[in-house]
């Protein structure tokens, strides 16, 4: 018999567990939204209401209350899209489009940066203003770039706004992007709402391929490292030898870029099975042989927002050497405050962009010159540039990871200077299971995109029958390893 009141306590929002792609009650609320999906594929609108309504409980799951700041920005920015597009007046439209940019981007300092900026000023002054009570609503970096986005094309006449409300709020809600991305595009996503509902086997197969790998990148690489080995690490890295350390940065570059793009895997293959296709957010960044190679593959769609709504109208490249070094630095400056209200992601970002304008340099330098490189020497010059910038990006996330610079500073001083290689012997004893598993997440991260297609290829030949069952042990796999409690993703924070 059904026990009522468990069932609606698990219906509520619990600020101690949130519901996450991983976790055992997503299963059941997949289960329940596909089957009302379905019920309802052929009608347009009731695709887009019972999408919606899931969402936006998906959301209220996750963040509770905060679920209404979703709904008040698309109201909001519905509307003001809206009057810009019917206006002909180019200064009231200017108008409309700073007021929604001010309304959208001060909601996120408020909640964001404000307690930031008194810390600041009680450093300055040696006041005692106190902080505020504050909790980030999960996913408002994501949905406040998308309502930006979505305004900005409109008011470029780049696309025109949408009539049914319910389409714009359905975008914005879309529970498998909205809490940790990809930051989807109106241009991409809405025209794809009036579409009948449709999917191949090949959508299947590779819905099915993105939800197993992004669960095994999340669930047994990411959790597995961090809980058994990198968070001990950087909770201390005073405590540990240097060689511990450098394993420590290793295996952190794996658990960050598995843990995000691993949800990101997930939102893909989720969105495929429901007709709706969403660009990919990594292309195996740290197969990148330069930083400007990098950031073309590592989060991608926050890349090439930063690049189509703040880059490129700082000048981008139009006005001079000079003038596009200094964008570039401030992009990235930018891009790191992006990530939360802190001087370590300032310092990780400003850092980024240095590397991009030397980048930029060197590449001009080669471009002038006529200089390319083929043969043994053009391989042995991509590995070692391989080699560099993934070095360069694991200095960088230790500034990203470490919760001051004390910390940074303290675990880079321990690589310098207190390395102890002959420790390895007792370390690999210790940690004999965790090495295994950072070599097979390396393994697997560079692998050539060929086997990546050939196991696609693979399950979209599987039997649906066969899809079930495959999914099935897989989940009951990872019932065996996973912890018996669901790790927040990285990104959450953001």
């Known amino acids: 018999m059904i026990d009522i009141n468990k069932l609606l306590n698990l219906l509520r929002y619990d600020p101690n567990d949130p519901v996450l792609f991983n976790s055992a009650f997503f299963f059941y609320f997949f289960a329940v939204f596909l089957m009302c999906y379905l019920a309802v594929h052929k009608s347009k609108a009731g695709r887009v209401w019972v999408y919606t309504l899931f969402s936006l409980f998906f959301f209220y799951k996750a963040c509770g209350y905060y679920v209404g700041l979703v709904i008040l920005s698309a109201i909001v920015d519905f509307n003001l899209s809206k009057a810009i597009h019917r206006s002909k007046d180019k200064s009231f439209r200017k108008t409309l489009l700073i007021f929604s940019i001010v309304l959208n981007l001060g909601l996120l300092f408020y909640f964001k940066y404000t307690n930031f900026f008194i810390g600041m000023i009680n450093d300055m002054t040696a006041g005692h203003i106190p902080l505020l009570k504050l909790i980030l609503p999960i996913g408002i970096s994501f949905y406040t770039f998308e309502n930006l986005s979505y305004t900005i094309d409109v008011y470029r006449d780049e696309i025109e706004p949408v009539d049914n409300f319910m389409d714009y709020l359905f975008f914005l809600s879309f529970f498998p992007k909205l809490m940790m991305g990809p930051i989807v595009r109106a241009a991409d996503f809405i025209p794809q709402i009036s579409k009948p509902y449709f999917i191949e086997s090949n959508d299947i197969g590779k819905g099915m391929y993105l939800i197993i790998s992004g669960l095994f990148k999340k669930i047994v690489i990411s959790d597995f490292i961090y809980q058994n080995f990198v968070q001990y690490i950087f909770d201390d890295p005073s405590k540990h030898t240097g060689l511990e350390c450098l394993l420590g940065v290793y295996g952190y570059a794996l658990v960050i870029y598995c843990d995000f ?25 740290y197969q990148s042989s330069s930083i400007t190679e990098f950031w073309r593959r590592w989060h991608i769609s926050l890349s090439s927002w930063l690049r189509d709504y703040l880059y490129i109208p700082l000048g981008g490249n139009r006005k001079g050497k000079v003038r596009q070094y200094i964008n570039l630095g401030l992009t990235m400056l930018i891009g790191g405050f992006w990530h939360g209200a802190s001087w370590n992601f300032i310092f990780w970002g400003g850092m980024h962009g240095s590397m991009l304008a030397i980048d930029k340099v060197r590449i001009d330098y080669l471009r002038k010159k006529q200089i390319k490189f083929s043969g043994w020497s053009g391989n042995l010059l991509k590995v070692l540039g391989v080699l560099f910038t993934f070095h360069f990006v694991c200095f960088c996330w230790i500034f ?92 959450f924070q953001f």
Not at 261 to 285: C, E, H, Q, V
Not at 443 to 455: C, D, G, Q, V, W
């Open 400 to 491: 990203f990871k470490a919760s001051t610079f004390h910390d940074a500073w303290s675990l880079i001083h321990q690589i310098a200077y207190d390395f102890q290689p002959e420790i390895w012997p007792e370390l690999y004893t210790g940690y004999t299971a965790v090495f295994w598993v950072m070599i097979l997440g390396f393994i697997l991260h560079f692998m050539p995109a060929k086997a990546e297609l050939s196991l696609e290829g693979f399950y979209a030949k599987i039997p649906v029958a066969g899809s079930v069952a495959v999914m099935v042990a897989f989940i009951w796999l990872l019932v065996q390893v996973k912890s018996t409690q669901p790790m927040i993703p990285i990104y």
């Open 261 to 285: 793009s691993g949800y990101s895997d997930m939102a893909l293959g989720i969105a495929r099975w429901t007709g709706f296709k969403i660009p990919p957010n990594f292309d195996s960044p």
